[in-house]
């Protein structure tokens, strides 16, 4: 089960999203992950917002772990089962993550939802375009990411891209040739 949350923590996905994944929906070739509706395994199942359908980039560090579940599955029907090749269920994977946290002495209440969030801190900071973002996120409301995620990196973002520009002026030139001109 641990793969679940390692899969959470490169995706952004939600878990009901994860855990109806089926290795139809993993494209190796392609290097996605389709999140989509439709009857999977002889379940019915649907995203939870009109955006949610969407495709998920597979990071180099994602399709290792990909290939070890498919590797260890029993039945592989889901890409994330229980010993016995069912879907997991929320309830479970939400209860071990508890006690993981618990075990780690976290004191701050996490739940599972909270890989979801680190995903998106984690990319925001690291300069993924919001545009990008909002279509691996599935979510309708950027206004919601742009003022969540993308607002908490604001001052480390302008610095960054303040340095990108070239006004033409050499550092140490510069700093010369006003001190001539005076």
Known sequence: MLHVFAVL?????????????????????????????????????Q?????????????????EILRRVGETNRLNRWVFETNRGTRLHPCNVQKRFREICDGLGFKKRLTVHSL?????????????????????????????????????????????????IDFGLCGDCSKAKLGEER
């Not at 952004?12 to 494209?27: K, N, P, Q, S, Y």
């Not at 995203?47 to 399709?63: D, F, M, Q, S, Y």
């Not at 900071?125 to 003022?147: A, C, N, R, S, T």
């Open 116 to 164: 979801r969030k680190y995903w998106a801190s984690t990319v925001a900071q690291q300069g993924m375009p919001w545009q990008v973002m909002i279509k691996m996120f599935g979510h309708g409301d950027f206004k919601l990411i742009l003022e969540t995620y993308y607002a908490q990196n604001d001052d480390a973002r302008l610095v960054a891209e303040a340095q990108k």
């Open 9 to 45: 923590c490169y995706t952004g996905m939600r878990i009901g999203e994860a855990i109806h994944l089926t290795w139809d929906d993993v494209d190796f070739e392609n290097g996605v992950i389709l999140i989509r509706s439709g009857v999977k395994n002889g379940e019915y199942w």
């Open 47 to 63: 995203p939870k917002t009109k955006h949610g359908n969407r495709r998920i980039a597979i990071v180099p560090e994602l399709t």
